[in-house]
């Protein structure tokens, strides 16, 4: 009988899951560190920001509070649930109890995806600072949209691979 786990069980769908895991990766980091929005005041003051620099710019204003909100949910709750879903693909969970177990821990992160709070503020910020600003939105908004996106579809395609393993051990 072979191990119970994704790996063993689809090797080639494992495989190009945990490829497309690193293109996620890829886009995430880049979208925490590229500009996703400029606001232009008066023709006179522009501001760029990523989250990266959004981030370092609410520790300044001593706002540690709002710092740790978004700090958690759009960037360390992400990377938890890329380095999880990779852990679920991987061929070292060799047990029932270990798969479920990290499964449970995926479902739990899942629930707490920020993507659309995340775009609502930037859509409302852009709506109520269109009296008073130009706003742009630029590509590190859009990765990082596409990043969170892709992950909730792996997500979906690993459940439903550990779906099938489950119910082929209950019948076994």
Known sequence: MSANNIASQFPTEALRLRLFLIVIAVSLLIGLFAPI????????FDNT?????????LINEKQYLLFIIILLFS????ILKLLLLNKLLSPSID??????????????????????????????????LGAVASVQLHYGLYLFAAAVI??????AR???????????????
Do not use: C
Request: hydrophobic letters at 55%; a positive charge.
């Open 95 to 128: 047990s029932t109890n270990n798969f479920r177990k990290h499964l449970m821990w995926m479902h739990q992160y899942g629930k707490w995806s920020m993507l659309d709070v995340f775009v609502v503020a930037v859509l409302l910020a852009a709506v109520k």
């Open 75 to 78: 960037v360390v709750l992400p």
């Open 150 to 155: 892709l992950t909730m579809l792996v997500t």
């Open 158 to 172: 690993v459940v439903k691979l550990s779906d099938v393993i489950l119910q082929n051990n209950a019948t076994i």
């Open 49 to 57: 920001v990523s989250i990266a620099s959004g981030l370092l710019e």
């Open 37 to 44: 929005i400029t606001l232009e005041k008066f023709y006179f």
